[in-house]
């Protein structure tokens, strides 16, 4: 999926995304963090099962204070019924230096196919840094100071979550989902990692981090 159109859907889904692409301002913009989202969002290749990879959620954080504007979404996809998790990412994206490699494709041989896509995340000057898999149906994503909430929805039939995978002896049960329910888990990033540091339920009650249901990306 093109930046256009994953910015137009993203707009779409989105109401904390902007309707058009400011260039050369002093600071970020929800325009521009829509665009350096949907840009990086379109480097994932995609198969017949998930594709069309976009941002759902973009906002603007400034999680340390000293590094500048990070820009936090959340990256959805189309899935046709894969079994495994659905694409359900949250994700931090940091700005571009001098030399980055994140902004050149890392295989030399694809550098020719894929050149107008790590354009588009150079013209964003921004490429993801950080991210992490959120099991289940996101409603809110907000950053309060250094931290960053999601609010979501667990199901017991999930495509973000899967309760349940095929094996040799058959199904069986996988155990990194929560259970069915509203809740909100607390991150923490820094340069590389997001970690969770607080789980609340559906009466914004705290509650103790159930480790196997973090798995990162």
Known sequence: MRVKQAIGLCLVLSTMCATAIARDAERLTPAQAAYAAAASSQLIPGSDIEYGYHPHIVT????DKASGPQIVYLQTAFNTGSTSDATNSLIVMTRLRKGDKRGVDPVPKNAKA????YRDVRRSGYADDAGTHIPGEVSTLQVSGDRIEVGFLSKKDSPTCKRSKETDAGRKATTH??????HTWVYA?????LKRVACLDGARAQVRCNPAHETGL
């Open 60 to 63: 603007i954080a400034d999680l």
């Open 114 to 117: 894929t050149e107008a896509y």
């Open 177 to 182: 989902c929560p259970p069915p329910g509203w």
């Open 189 to 193: 990033w820094t340069p590389g990692k």
